[in-house]
């Protein structure tokens, strides 16, 4: 039988006891802390009627009751499903119907959120990770040890479709245990590294693949949101040794005025994903860090994530590539449409196989088995290989937008602007921002006259602030194909 997650807390809790392992602006927690707070409130869940199984959302910021919430439904069997607090409620209704939630764990700072939603969506438990913590203070902090096979669903994370519906994706302990083993060996990491996270935990890549692999080795976390300055400050501080963020936190924080203030010489790597960094930026960041210790990190949420790295000593020569070599439990081929391997500088599909792959998409085999074939993930990403096999993402086959390292999904954003009576149809695009990535457009064709104050207003309440689109535009109508489908790469040309 395989290790858990929440053994691994454990396991840590005994080998590490004294270690400040948690460091967040509010409290500085041991291993031991840790481990015995989330026994507490678990006890708690136990009695307010949560039993294995469940399915529990986290409504939390980084912080330590984000880890409170997740470690004490773990240890009880229950499922985690962490939620980007950012959402708005009818958006975080439609997750919660389509995941048969059975409550959720809260900060109390999202509290008028969570009512919004109670309303609209009957939770069966609905519980205050600070009154929890004050609540369970008295009960036993000892590790309850409910039978949790390493095979049973460890967590739920989201993604959206191009449809704009999100899909859970579902993983068990091993394939999570497989991703921070393979991370841990990438990477080096040990008990004496210090992880630095501030891209919210609700994200695969900041919780699956930096915060669990630097909990399997027993390394501290720095855990915050981020600013540019907060990020700065952190490592200046408390001199952590690893961080990962979107490549626009790095440029972003690289033009801080007072940036040769902060000594930042304690970080050994900086890893960076969600998109590339070109030459001329990985060059000014190295630069105004002093660091040339910069990795990209190229994977997907159904493969845990994991995929495959650039390495340092690669960005000089092949900066805007994600690499070569997939990581030591990933394989990585780059297909046409009937399955033959392309030739260098052909475009194909990027596939992924690996240990840590999802489960499957929550209650949805229809895209479960249009997604895995043959043991194959098809990523939706069109790449290439160069004439040194190294591989270049080219587009996204379902045209997601990436900015700042999220994704923002354009069917979704279409499909509110529908709702406008003036609006007869639009074209979501993202378009080149040089601090995000890309940044969201949208193209309206309208009935009548219609203004970009009364649009930014109107989709507001439909959409979390970052998918809102930032420019409009409009025009008399959008390029089709001959069947009537609005060619999007048109439409990119024509604004």
């Known amino acids: 039988m395989g290790i858990t997650i929440h053994g691994v807390l454990e396991r840590n809790a ?8 948690f460091i967040t ?13 989330s026994n507490q409130i678990a006890r708690l869940l ?33 499922i985690p499903m962490p939620i980007n607090i950012r959402l708005t409620p009818s958006e975080l209704v439609v997750i919660f119907q389509n995941s048969n939630a059975a409550g959720v764990l809260y900060e109390s700072e999202v509290q008028a959120t969570v009512d919004a939603i109670a309303d609209l969506y009957g939770f069966a438990h609905q519980v205050s990770i600070q009154e929890a913590v004050e609540t369970s203070a008295s009960y036993s902090d000892e590790n309850i040890n ?11 994370l989201f993604t959206s479709g191009t449809t704009g519906i999100p899909k859970g994706v579902v993983f068990n302990h091993d394939q999570l245990i497989a991703l921070a083993t393979t991370v841990s060996i990438e990477f080096s990491l040990s008990n004496e590294d210090k992880m630095l996270t501030l891209m919210p935990l609700t994200h695969s890549a900041p919780i699956n693949t930096f915060f669990l692999s630097g909990l399997y080795c027993g390394a501290s976390h720095v855990i915050s949101e981020f600013t540019p300055k907060n990020f700065l400050q952190l490592i200046d501080q408390e001199k952590p040794t690893f961080a990962f963020a979107a490549p626009v936190a790095y440029l972003l924080a690289s033009k801080d005025p007072e940036l040769a203030t902060y000594d930042l010489s304690s970080i050994r790597a900086f890893a960076y994903g969600g998109g590339p960094l070109a030459l001329a930026s990985y060059e000014r960041v190295k630069e105004a860090f002093k660091n040339e210790n910069f990795y990209q990190v190229y994977g997907l949420t159904e493969a845990g994530p994991n995929g495959i790295l650039l390495r340092p000593h690669e960005h000089l020569t092949k900066a805007g590539s994600i690499g070569k070599h997939p990581t030591v439990s990933m394989e990585l081929r780059i297909v046409h449409a009937n399955g033959e391997e ?43 290989r160069d004439e040194d096999g190294y591989i270049y993402i080219v587009d996204r086959k379902k045209d997601v937008i990436i900015s700042g390292g999220v994704n923002i999904y354009p069917r979704e954003i279409e499909e509110v602007l529908a709702k406008h009576p003036n609006i007869l149809e639009s074209c979501v695009i993202g378009v080149p921002n040089e601090e995000w990535g890309e940044t969201v ?31 409009y535009t409009f025009v008399e109508e959008l390029p089709r194909n001959a069947s009537g489908k609005i060619l999007k790469q048109k439409v990119k040309t024509m604004v």
Do not use: C
């Open 14 to 21: 005994r080998k590490y006891p004294n270690k400040e392992a």
């Open 25 to 37: 602006s509010t409290r500085r927690l041991f291993y031991k802390d840790m481990n015995q707070i």
């Open 46 to 78: 136990q009695e307010k009627g949560i039993k294995k199984g469940d399915r529990v959302a986290i409504m939390a910021r980084n912080n330590e009751h984000f880890f409170f919430a997740y470690f004490s439904l773990m240890k009880i069997g229950a």
């Open 146 to 156: 409910i039978p949790i096979q390493s095979s049973e669903i460890s967590e739920i």
């Open 342 to 384: 392309t030739a260098p500088h052909e475009f194909g599909e990027v596939l992924l196989k690996g240990d840590s792959m999802m489960l499957e998409y929550d209650q949805n085999p229809e895209e479960t088995s249009a997604t895995i074939k043959d043991g194959w993930i098809y990523t939706g990403d069109i790449a290439y």
């Open 441 to 471: 457009k949208a193209v309206i064709v309208a009935k009548d006259e219609l203004d970009e104050i009364e649009l930014r207003e109107f989709v507001s309440p439909f959409l979390a602030d970052y998918k809102r689109p930032r420019q």
